[in-house]
Every structure is written in C-alpha cells, then in structure tokens.
C-alpha cells in the first residue's frame, strides 16, 4: 500500500482509512470537506490499482460510493497542461449530472473543471466550456456522439475512459453508440467498467476493451441477522425530511439512532429534525471525545430522543433500548446494515429497524436483502390522515387522564366561564377546541402574518430574496421545488421568480412568508443551503 502523503496538513485522523491510500492533500482535504469518514470497500480496493493506471471491472452498484472509486483517481492522475483527459459515460442525464458534481468535488482544491454534457442542453454552452479545455467530461452517449461528428469534442488526449452503470447503458440499447465512442479514443489509456449485473454483452465488451483489468467485486455476503423487526418506507428524494417526520411520527420513536452516509449530512439532519421539533442530536468523527461524551450522555438520559450519526461514530456504541434504528440513507452493504440494525433490540428487548427507499434504491434493497437471507417487509408511508387518527388517540387519552386524575381545574375553568362572557358568538366546545389546536400543534399553527415592511411584491405577497442565483446554476424550478417541498406551500401560489447572477427573489404569501423563509433557512436548494431575507424595496 502507497505511504501516507507526509506534507498533509489536513486533519488525518479522521480521514484514516483514505490517507492510507496515498491521496494528495489537497484530495484528502476534499474529502473532508466533502465529509466521508472512511474510504467504502468499493473505494478501498480499486483506488490503489486505478492509481496506478491499471484497467478495473467493478461489480458494484449506486449507493456503493463508486462514484468517488473512479473519480479520486481520475482528479489524482490529471497532468493539466493538456485537454480532456478523461471521459466518464453514463446512462442517464441524472447521473452525469450526479457524477459530474461529484467529481468537481473531489477536485476542487486541485481547481479542477468538469463538465456533463447531455441531450437536451444547449450545444452552445458545452463548446464553449470544451474549447476552454475543461479536463473531465461526463456525458450520455448521444450527446457525446454528436460532439465527436461536430469535431467539437477530441478524445486523442484521454487517459481515463469510465463505463458507469454499463448494464443500463445495455438496456437503454447504447453499446453501439459505446463502441463508436471508444473507437475516437488512444489505444494507450486506462479503462474501467462499471455494471451491477454482468449478463454476457457486458463481458464480452469487457474482453474486448479492457486490458489486463482489475476485478472487483463487492459480493454481498451471508451475514447474521439480529432478532429485529425489519421495514423499509419507498420516499421520493425530495421530501426525504418530511417522510422521516412522518415514520417519527407515526412508529412512535422513543430512542433511536438515524443514520446517515456523510458528516455533513449528520449535521445537516440533526439541525433539520430540530426545527422541527424533535429532540435530535448528531455524532460524527469531527467531535471531539468531550463533545461525544456529552452528546451521548445526553442521549442515554432521554434528553436527546433521535442520535443521528454516521457508521464511523456509532461503532462501539453501547446504548441499551434502543427502540429504533432508522437508514436515513441505506446502508452500503449487508455488512454496515447488520451492524447498523444490531444496535437496537438490546437485552432481550424488541427493536424496529427501518430503512429509506428511494425507487432507484430498490436494486440496492434486493441486495441488501439477498445478504442478509431474509425478506424486508414494505411499508406505506403514513398519510396526514393517518398521523391525525394516531395523534387524535392520543390527545383523547391524555385529556381523559387528566379528566380522572382529579386534579382541580377551577382556575382553568373560571378562564373559559370569562372568554365564554366576554365572546357572545362562541360556545364552550369553541373554547375546548381552540384549546386544543393550542395543544396539538402549539402556537405555530396558527398563521401569525409577520410585518415585512414594503418588499416590493404584489399585493398579498412578500418578496424574499436568497443569495444564490445563476452563477449557482439556478433556474426557476429549482427554486418552485425548493419552496414548495421544504414549507408544504402549493408550487401554484408562488408567485414572480427573478433569477440574477448572485442572487433570486421569488413572491410567495404573505400568510407563508415566515414558514417559507424559515423552511428556506434550514433547508437547501440545489445541495446549498442559503440566506433568506424580506427584499427591501428597490429606491
Ligand atoms: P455512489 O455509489 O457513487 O452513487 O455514492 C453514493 C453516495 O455515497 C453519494 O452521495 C456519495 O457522496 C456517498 N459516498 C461515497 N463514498 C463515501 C464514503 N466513503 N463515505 C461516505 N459517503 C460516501
């Protein structure tokens, strides 16, 4: 295994597992920041052969972290004097995009360009940054075709060629288009293929294009499962947040552990979930044992109700009673799952183990499940109604209890006989329930409309500014998504969006604008969280 860089200035102890993989500091300072604790098997066992150039078959899927298996050596063997040097293909718009982002990421403190190219887009933007040289291009193969006949695009540079997703590219009827693409590039260059499946075109194409490859397979083993109830919720990307909410709610989570891939998104969450009411708490590898102890003391004391933490900071965790363990994000094997899950159900108690779904998750569930030798059981995300028919139970039995427990309301019920005087129009059942719409979704619920001064918006409607713009890529829908998804608010009341360079106002309800702004402030949009404010009117 290659030394460990010696001038990195980048807090290593952390970073162990990648440190050990001979990155530069400048990468392992991404990562940081990035906030991978530990390199993934996947990552593990091809970024030292990729290194060095050698040709890789990975058999791994999305989820795994191959994404970044490729990428670091790609960002790590750049030599930047000369034009596109590597050349990832993808199946899918999305996953360009994905794909691209990441590696940007990667190779930021490199100042390292990417560029996605895809259908759909624009053909005059994609010259303009291919002739500027950007080093790194990830396309879908049409687009890059047409590239290659317009002479647009010249590969006789490239040092990396990358097949992601190769058995979707199969499906979607691409290998022709592939085998064009590989035909425009050096007979002298790397290649790596990856495929979640390898039916026989895969192999053969394989044969025929890589040389001498690497394999690498993450094969899920047989691993032992613990006694725990097992369940996955299907959830759009999205409203992953509200969906947790919503499973909080609905399961009834009296102490659980909500794990998640990165530390940025431990972060992230933690603070999500306490603006949202619940007693939440993060752990990760950037805290400092002190903080931990403190964290985790709190936790056993019920203080913090959901610890949400990465696989890294849980390890060694003991913590009795668990009576949830939540993959906010699934897990990357069977292994981390297993390990995951069996921190609930302690001592003989039961346990529930639940895990997040997205619909292009479900191949990574099927594994997961073929690992573990069992089925996980579906279940239906809980409707509004069916939170309110819970929650309605409950109010009932706390109000009964307080109704028998003899307690004197004499005070209280002197209130009621004075607003029932003062007020003509409304009954005692008025007043109870009033009461309890105090109760059940405290002050909050009701719409208090905040003075905004004159913010240059439509009548009825605040006009917010946020500092991000174009210059972040932002275009309107991302902005109707991020407001509508993030504060429950219809996407048809919202009103004018003006995008500038550095920055966006849209208009929305006066009676949302708080909720809108709060929402905005904790919430992201387009991956960036951002600053909100009420516009000042323009002089
Ligand atoms: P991929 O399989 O490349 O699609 O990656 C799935 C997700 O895992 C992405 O959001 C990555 O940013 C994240 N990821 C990749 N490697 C790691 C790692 N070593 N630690 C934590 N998260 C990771």
Redesign the pocket.
């Known amino acids: 295994m290659p030394e460990v860089n010696e001038e990195s200035e980048v807090r290593q102890e952390n970073l162990g ?2 440190a050990a993989l001979g990155l530069s500091t400048r990468v392992l300072k991404a ?1 940081q920041e ?7 098997p ?2 593990e066992r091809t970024i030292p052969s990729a290194m060095q150039g050698r040709d890789v078959i990975g058999r ?10 490729f ?1 670091i050596p790609i960002v790590e063997r750049l030599d930047r004097t000369i034009g596109v040097q590597a050349l990832v293909i993808t199946p899918t718009r999305e996953l360009a995009l ?2 691209s982002e ?1 590696i940007a ?1 990667i190779g930021k403190f490199r100042g390292v360009k990417t560029l996605p190219v895809y259908g759909g887009q624009p053909y005059e933007r994609q010259i303009r940054a291919l002739r500027m040289g950007v080093p790194i291009v990830i396309g879908t193969p049409g687009r890059l075709l047409d590239h290659l006949g317009r002479g647009t695009l010249n590969l006789s540079r490239i040092r990396t060629l990358v097949l992601d997703e190769a058995d979707e590219m199969l499906d979607m009827g691409f290998i022709e288009d592939i085998e064009k693409i590989f035909a425009s590039a050096p007979q002298e260059r790397q290649t790596m293929l990856f495929s979640a499946t390898f039916p026989p075109e895969i192999e053969r194409l394989s044969r025929r294009y890589l040389r001498d490859p690497v394999r690498i397979a993450i094969a899920p083993e047989q691993v032992t499962v613990p006694q725990t109830e097992q369940a996955f919720y299907e959830v759009r990307g999205h409203d992953r947040i509200e969906a947790l909410s919503r499973v909080l709610d609905m399961e009834t989570v009296e102490r659980g552990i909500i794990f998640c ?2 530390k940025k998104e431990v972060d992230e969450l933690s603070e999500a979930l306490r603006a949202r009411g619940y007693m939440a708490a993060g752990i990760h590898g950037d805290l400092t044992q002190r903080e931990r102890e403190r964290v985790l003391g709190r936790f056993r004391q019920g203080e913090v109700e959901l610890l949400v933490a ?2 890294v900071a849980a390890r060694g965790l003991d913590i009795e009673h668990v009576s949830h363990v939540i993959n906010y ?1 699934i897990p ?1 094997d069977a292994e981390a799952y297993v390990h995951r899950i069996g921190r609930t159900g302690r001592a003989g108690r039961s346990g529930v183990a639940i895990t997040l779904i997205e619909p292009k998750e479900f191949r990574q569930l099927r594994d997961l499940e073929r690992g573990i030798g069992q089925r996980i059981q579906r279940r239906e995300l809980p409707s509004l109604e069916d939170l309110w028919d819970k929650r309605r139970e409950r109010v009932k039995a706390e109000l009964r209890a307080v109704l028998r427990s003899g307690r004197s309301l004499a005070q209280l019920r002197e209130l009621v006989r004075e607003l029932l005087e003062d007020e003509a129009e409304i009954d005692s059942l008025d007043v109870a329930a009033a009461a309890l719409q105090l109760h059940v979704n405290g002050a909050e619920a009701v719409p208090v409309e905040e003075d905004f001064g004159d913010t240059g918006a439509e009548p009825g409607m605040v006009r917010l500014f946020i500092n991000v713009g174009r210059a972040q890529g932002i275009v309107p829908a991302d902005v109707v998504r991020a407001v509508a998804n993030l504060s429950g608010i219809a996407g048809n009341v919202i009103g004018v969006i003006d995008i500038y360079d550095r920055f966006t106002f849209v208009e929305v309800p006066k009676a949302e604008a708080t909720r809108v702004m709060h929402a905005l402030q904790s919430g992201q949009i387009k991956g960036r969280s951002v600053n909100v404010e009420p516009a000042r009117r323009r002089s």
Do not use: L, Y
């Open positions: 597992g990648f990562i990035m906030g991978f604790e530990e390199p993934s996947i990552q791994a899927q999305t989820g795994t972290g191959k994404t970044a298996a990428g994905q794909v990441e990421r891939r990165t990465t696989d994000e990357q």
